[in-house]
């Protein structure tokens, strides 16, 4: 099977809620993996598989909906998402020198569902100096038996959101604190958040992410 580069995809999809239209990122490039490691190995290796990356931290709750689609618009099931993101006091982690190991807070892997979708709970990352709030996302893809490609994203949050009277989301991160790297980063445009409920500093936020993946056909295993 060969996947064409992406168009964007519909502007309504399955399982969106009301009021907040889907943000979509269009045509994430898709990249050999550096070994070919079978995906049960790729997960045994720290217990991130979870939706909920926060463990009780304070901040202001987030939940984030991620989907994938391919060419044709069509979900991308049994994908490996794997996120992560500093708090609201602007703790992270260097992402170089712990890929998927002890480190655990603001951090989770989960596989997208028939319908290409994933879910996590977390909190607000803080906002850097540069006024970005960024959220770093790999996908991984399987021939069936191993990992054999993966494609990056660098989501961006808004610092305040208009659509609740300019409020400040995300305050700046504690002195001293930096980006995590991220070697091969595809930043995007910034990504709509809107309340849960009437109250989003009580309730929380949510952003909903179509993430359009430009995928080619995968090589057979051996």
């Known amino acids: 099977m060969h996947l064409a580069t992406l ?6 999809q399955a399982g969106t809620p009301p009021g907040l239209m889907p943000s979509p990122v269009d045509r994430l490039p898709v990249r ?13 290796a720290s217990p991130l ?5 926060a463990f009780n931290s304070p901040g202001l ?18 994908a490996a998402v794997y996120i992560w993101h500093h708090d609201a006091c602007g703790w992270t982690f260097d992402a170089a020198d712990d890929e998927l190991g002890a480190v655990t807070m603001m951090r989770g892997v989960q596989f997208t569902d028939a319908h290409g979708a994933v879910q996590f709970r977390t909190v607000y990352p803080g906002r850097y100096g ?8 790999q996908v991984y893809f399987s021939d069936g038996r191993h990992v054999v490609s993966r494609t990056d994203a660098c989501l961006q949050l808004p610092a305040r959101s208009e659509a609740l009277g300019g409020r400040l989301l995300a305050p700046p991160v504690g ?3 930096r ?23 009580t309730e929380g936020l949510r952003a909903d992410v179509v993430l359009n993946v430009a995928l080619v056909q995968l090589p057979a295993s051996h």
């Open 7 to 12: 168009s964007a995809p519909s502007a309504v």
């Open 32 to 44: 050999p993996t550096r070994r070919r490691y079978p995906l049960t190995e790729f997960l045994r």
């Open 49 to 53: 598989l979870r939706s909920d990356i």
């Open 61 to 78: 709750p987030l939940t984030l909906t991620l989907r994938l689609r391919d060419g044709w618009g069509l979900a991308i099931p049994r």
């Open 130 to 137: 540069d006024g970005s709030v960024p959220v770093y996302v």
């Open 175 to 177: 002195p001293g604190q």
């Open 179 to 201: 980006k995590p790297r991220f070697d091969t980063e595809h930043e995007v445009a910034l990504i709509e958040v809107a309340p849960v409920h009437d109250d989003p500093f």
